[in-house]
């Protein structure tokens, strides 16, 4: 087997570009028919939108596809520009959003070197008075975000802001009676609010569809690309709402799409929810209870713009789950994810907040929430440490990742909630690395070409099969002498095949080699390009050979990306 060189290329100059090119992609039929949903909803919306508005906005600026969630053989995108697009985000502190503070959010994403930043929109802020809408917080954060050239994920603090009613505005939050919070088993009021409550549901879905619809006339150039509908919507301090009315639904039988979403088989035809589910009854009826609240919104905001939207969870241990109770309950955690699948279909996306210190438990988040029916998203997630677990949700086809409470409001190196200067470097050098590449590594992605891992102890190795090839990625290795792990776990690495024996390779902190699947044939570099990615473009410096290949690519903490061409002997 040898390497697939149309011509001799002289040796100081790299490989034409179209001889590096992936083959082209499989067919495109298998869109998740929601995209079809979308665009039908699009063309109706422009139709909508009245002649005039419609003729001004052409005039002044060019209308770009709207952003959407699209599926194919099996993998997912989120294409923007009509293109795959990975988000490297960083999110706000959650009171950032405010002219006072954004002056502390711009340098940081600039240090970040982020493409999107995440920022919330308050209901209290935007409905200050029943059915009167203040949008020029959204204006402003448009503009400014527009001047700093960064995309935007809106995040709705509406009814639920991380399990309670914090951000409804003063006038539901003076009226209880016809806002109701939920209640306990003793029936004292809980800091949550019911999602039984009509009066609420209503409220939010006229303010969020006002929100979405101020979106649709103010942002031609999709600065906004994804919507986050309420914030970690669940309850903590009581599993389920133990109102009157809810202990009746509590009684009634499962809706039969709950039983078949979850695959429940019981020798009853309409069990209740005790009878279908058992010790987890109650947590499974408040999903179903918020998940359709949260739908209802979802739904109202993406009939007047189809963005996609997502939730958020406040997560249980992945792997040692406590009972329900011990766990924010009614959000899309991982046990309730089919149920939420179910009741809110507007919603494109479940996604995860991660911030598990153990790795295993982190990968295993990674793992539950990369399924068939749900892209994998990390809106949220903290630590240094876990800054390397980008690459693993590359692995796991990730459509974006995001750590939390990334701006200056806060002072960087003190103070509660406060982002160390370390954490800041850590998120930074991913981003420098993957920025210039980013539309590559979703396009490469989304055609199942790429693998990647990150080190966790005590594996000091770990290989990718590549078609004919293994990528053996391992770390802590020092000339030919055996892989040992890093001190610091801190290796990270992304292997790409853009052709048979050719591959795009970066990482930090490790090394990779290739082996021939044929255990009978040896692995020789042909060609190995040291270049970086400006705009989207591979630009050759320099061929490694040598020490610098001997014992395979050695990755260090500079940002360093190799274009590789394989054959055997
Ligand atoms: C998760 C929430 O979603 C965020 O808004 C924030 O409150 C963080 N937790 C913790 O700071």
Redesign the pocket.
């Known amino acids: 087997m040898y390497g697939e060189i149309a011509a001799d290329p002289p040796v100081d100059r790299p490989l034409p570009d179209d001889e590096w090119a992936p083959a082209s992609a499989g067919n495109s039929t298998d869109i998740l028919s929601r995209d079809f949903h979308n665009m039908k909803l699009a063309s109706a919306v422009r139709a909508c939108l009245g002649a005039s508005l419609v003729l001004t906005l052409h005039a002044q600026i060019d209308e770009r596809p709207i952003p959407r969630v699209v599926k194919r053989d099996g993998r997912f995108a989120l294409f923007v520009d009509d293109a795959p697009y990975l988000i490297l985000g960083a ?1 706000v ?2 009171s950032s959003t405010w002219p006072v503070t954004l002056p502390k959010v711009w340098p940081a994403m600039e240090f970040l070197n982020v493409n999107t930043v995440e920022m ?1 929109i308050y209901w209290e802020q935007l409905e200050p008075r029943q059915g009167q809408y203040d949008y020029s917080m959204i204006d402003t954060v448009l503009t400014q975000a527009r001047e700093h050239r960064v995309r935007l994920v809106l ?1 709705w603090f509406g009814t639920w ?2 399990g309670s009613q914090h951000y409804m505005p003063e006038w539901m939050k003076l009226d209880p009676v016809r806002y109701p919070h939920m209640v306990d088993r003793n029936g004292r009021a809980v800091d949550s609010p019911s999602p039984y409550a009509a009066a609420s549901l209503e409220a939010d879905k006229a303010a969020f569809t006002a929100f979405m619809r101020h979106l649709r006339e103010a942002d031609p150039q999709r600065t906004v690309i994804m919507v986050q509908v309420e ?2 919507a669940g309850t903590w301090g009581a599993v389920r709402d133990y109102s009157p009315a809810a202990q009746k639904l509590f009684e009634a039988p499962v809706p039969p799409e709950v039983l078949t979403a979850m695959q429940v088989k019981t020798t009853s035809p309409s069990p209740n929810w005790q009878e279908a589910f058992g010790s987890e009854a109650e947590v499974c009826f408040h999903a179903w209870s918020v998940a359709k609240y949260v739908g209802q919104v979802a739904a109202a905001g993406k009939s007047v713009y189809p963005l996609p939207l997502y939730a ?1 969870a ?1 997560l249980r241990d992945p792997l040692r789950p406590g009972a329900p109770g011990t766990y924010e309950s009614g959000g899309p955690t991982d046990n309730v994810l089919a149920i939420w699948k179910v009741a809110a279909p507007a919603l494109d996306i479940l996604a995860p ?1 991660i ?1 598990q210190n153990d790795p295993a438990a982190y990968l295993k988040v990674l793992e539950l929430y990369h399924r068939d029916d749900n892209p994998l998203f990390v809106p ?1 997630t ?1 630590g240094a440490a876990n800054a390397r677990f980008i690459f693993s949700a590359l692995g796991f086809q990730t459509i974006g990742f995001s750590p ?2 990334m701006d200056y409001s806060r002072g960087h190196d003190t103070g509660p ?1 406060s982002r160390q200067p370390d954490e800041f470097n850590a998120w930074a050098m991913n981003y420098r690395l993957l920025g210039p590449m980013q539309r590559e590594i979703a396009r490469l992605n989304f055609e199942g070409r790429l693998k990647a891992v990150a080190e966790v102890p005590p594996k000091v190795s770990e290989t990718l099969p590549l078609g004919d090839w293994n990528a053996v990625v391992s770390y802590g290795a020092r000339r030919n002498n055996q892989a040992v792990g890093n001190a610091e776990p801190a290796g990270r690495a992304l292997v790409a095949q853009l052709k048979d024996n050719q591959f795009l390779v970066t990482g930090f902190f490790c090394r990779v080699d290739f082996r021939p699947a044929d255990p009978d044939k040896h692995r020789q570099f042909l060609r190995v390009e040291e270049g970086t990615y400006e705009n989207g473009d591979f630009k050759f410096l320099r061929i490694w050979n040598g020490d610098e290949t001997d014992w395979g690519l050695n990755f260090a903490s500079e940002p360093v990306v190799l274009r590789v061409l394989l054959a055997t002997y």
């Open positions: 999110q502190h959650n919330p995040l802001k991380n914030n970690e958020n406040a907040d911030y949220e903290g939390f409470g909630g």
